[in-house]
Nanobody, 122 residues
Framework: QVQLVESGGGLVQAGASLRLSCVASGRTFSRYAMGWFRQAPGKEREFVVAIGWSGNTYYEDSVKGRFTISRDNAKNAVYLQMNSLKPEDTAVYYC????????????????WGQGTQVTVSS
């Protein structure tokens, strides 16, 4: 069992930065792929970025060059640095974990955090 706790969301203006954190319980964190997904009001949950246990990363096209995912296995943590935020980035951001390789499909992820709200004003 893995429990995930996100933090770092907030209300910012367009162009600002935020750093989301996700801390996981469990002793085998290093073998899990971690993903960030987001869900805006009235929309389906969508893939944002993922990082495999080996450090390989996958980004959704709209966040490439603005968002950076990283992980610290010693701290059981994964981070999402979000720069140049846009109003369309407004959503609840969820951290997710799956054993094995990183993928972009939400159903493949076994564990989910409670989400953290990111609101970007224009």
């Amino acid at each position: 069992q893995v429990q995930l706790v996100e933090s770092g969301g907030g209300l910012v203006q367009a162009g600002a930065s935020l750093r989301l954190s996700c801390v996981a319980s469990g002793r085998t964190f290093s073998r899990y792929a971690m993903g960030w997904f987001r869900q805006a009001p009235g929309k389906e949950r969508e893939f944002v970025v993922a990082i495999g246990w080996s450090g390989n990363t996958y980004y959704e096209d709209s966040v490439k060059g603005r968002f950076t995912i990283s992980r610290d296995n010693a701290k059981n943590a994964v981070y999402l640095q979000m720069n140049s935020l846009k109003p369309e980035d407004t959503a609840v951001y969820y951290c997710a974990a799956k054993y094995g390789s990183a993928v972009y499909k939400a159903p493949a992820y076994e564990y989910w955090g409670q989400g953290t709200q990111v609101t970007v004003s224009s």
